[in-house]
């Protein structure tokens, strides 16, 4: 399990990355999302979502195995409930329920002519196939971060 967190993470990491720095056409739409939100806010957030995840997999290997400190058990959980949290209302929130006008609104600017298989639901696309894929490894990576809290490995 812990060489299966630590690949996860490290995947996560490229994915965070280059989601919105490199264009990679039909899979994200870097010219929509830097005429919405600038450059500067684009790699702020990267910057700042890249470290986090890159420092979660720095303690991941320096603390292979329990127990770990409690502090990073605290790190752990707010971080990987954060980006739970974040996950379910930037995309499933809005495609479960439907979105608001803001949310499509912002969604069409930032991501029109991303690659989505799922169907439109209440109008909303919902996740593109980028953030389908990237979900799936940041809810492995949260189970495994719970997992290794709760001192399973």
């Not at 979502?49 to 290997?61: D, H, N």
């Not at 954060?82 to 949310?103: C, D, H, N, R, S």
């Not at 690659?115 to 919902?126: A, E, I, T, Y």
């Amino acid at each position: 399990m812990q060489t299966t967190f630590i690949v996860f993470q490290a995947i996560l990491l490229v994915m965070y990355l280059i989601q919105d720095t490199v264009p990679m056409p039909p899979l994200n739409n870097v010219p929509a999302l830097v005429k919405k939100v600038g450059w500067a806010k684009i790699m702020l957030a990267t910057v700042i979502t890249s470290g986090l995840l890159a420092f979660s997999l720095y303690l991941t290997v320096k603390y292979p195995a329990p127990p770990v400190p409690v502090s990073l058990k605290l790190f752990y959980i707010l971080w990987w409930g954060i980006q739970m949290l974040g996950m379910y209302v930037a995309w499933y929130k809005p495609y479960i329920f439907g979105p608001t006008e803001k949310e499509l609104k912002e969604y069409l600017e930032m991501h029109i002519g991303t690659h989505s298989f799922l169907p439109v639901r209440k109008g909303f696309p919902g996740p593109n196939t980028w953030h389908v894929v990237q979900n799936f490894f940041m809810v492995g990576c949260a189970m495994l971060a719970y997992m290794k809290v709760a001192g399973v490995f």
